[in-house]
């Protein structure tokens, strides 16, 4: 009789240890949803003189339409934004090739027009005067790319914040047509689409999650020593801290395949382009 009453009594405690447990848990939840996941943390951090520095690398892997690899490049620096002026910097830009897939990546060369290279983002950074003191090569589209990329990335973290809802896919309305890039070439969006999908944590702190993707997208450059017309798909995820809404990390690939016409070559090749891109906070 001891025995059955114990077996009870304890299958009792059992099950409502479940309960309550489950009851905790589901109040917990609901708690989290509540604080993190209802509204989206919005507005950009404040330029306080503290100094936020990241590292941005990207490499570009070509291949022919065969998927034939064709040679590979690196371009790496480092950018310091949260001057008082809202001015930001790029310093230690280095550009390495290669034509060997499994051959890794020299250091390169240093891009000296861009140590120290600075300006206040916005769409000046568009016009040909923002890059008057940048040299006559093709090499130098792949360091405006940094700077556009790094545009790109802030910009879907910040000036959207305010339309994101969780799980909800927003499309921007006003960045969609054609642009001029800095009078080497034009791009023109078909529709960018972010998405807030849900908190993580990154670098110790908690950061909500932003996936962003632009498909369809048409590009076309025409420089002195190539020319090129084809279509681009870019994606990418982006964790902002959710107290000081700064940016602790991103990732960003892209698709691109064009047909090239480059000086010193009779007949014009196409090439499929993929762009693996990637911010690390260094400070």
């Avoid at 917990?28 to 936020?52: A, H, N, R």
């Avoid at 996936?211 to 681009?232: F, L, S």
Wanted: aromatic share 14%; net charge negative.
């Amino acid at each position: 009789m001891k025995r059955e009453l114990f077996l009870k009594f304890a299958g009792f405690m059992i099950l409502s240890g479940i309960i309550y447990s489950g009851i905790c848990y589901g109040q917990d939840q609901k708690d989290i949803i509540i604080k993190y996941l209802t509204e989206f943390p919005s507005g950009k951090p404040v330029d306080d003189g503290i100094l936020e520095k990241y590292r941005m690398t990207a490499v570009y892997t070509n291949r022919n339409l065969y998927g034939d690899f064709t040679g590979k490049m690196k371009v790496t620096g480092n950018y310091t934004r949260g001057h008082k002026d809202g001015h930001v910097t790029w310093n230690n830009v280095f550009i390495s090739s290669s034509n060997s897939y499994s051959e890794h990546f020299t250091e390169g060369t240093k891009q000296e027009y861009m140590e120290n290279f600075e300006y206040v983002p916005s769409p000046e950074m568009l016009k040909e005067e923002a890059f008057k003191d940048f040299p006559v090569s093709t090499e130098n589209v792949f360091a405006r790319n940094l700077i556009w990329d790094m545009m790109t990335i802030e910009e879907f973290a910040w000036n959207y914040s305010e339309s994101l809802k969780l799980n909800q896919k927003f499309v921007i309305k006003d960045i969609n047509g054609e642009f001029n890039m800095a009078d080497i070439g034009t791009y023109n969006h078909a529709e960018i689409q972010l998405c807030w999908t849900g908190i993580s944590d990154i670098n110790g702190k908690l950061c909500a999650v932003i996936e962003y993707r632009a498909i369809d997208n048409i590009i076309e450059i025409n420089m002195d020593q190539i020319k090129t017309r084809g279509t681009e798909q870019y994606w990418g995820t982006t964790w902002v801290a959710l107290k000081s809404r700064q940016v602790e990390y991103a990732e960003m690939y892209s698709g691109t395949i064009q047909e090239i016409e480059m000086e010193g070559f009779n007949d014009k090749f196409l090439i499929k382009t993929i762009r693996e891109l990637r911010v690390e906070r260094i400070q």
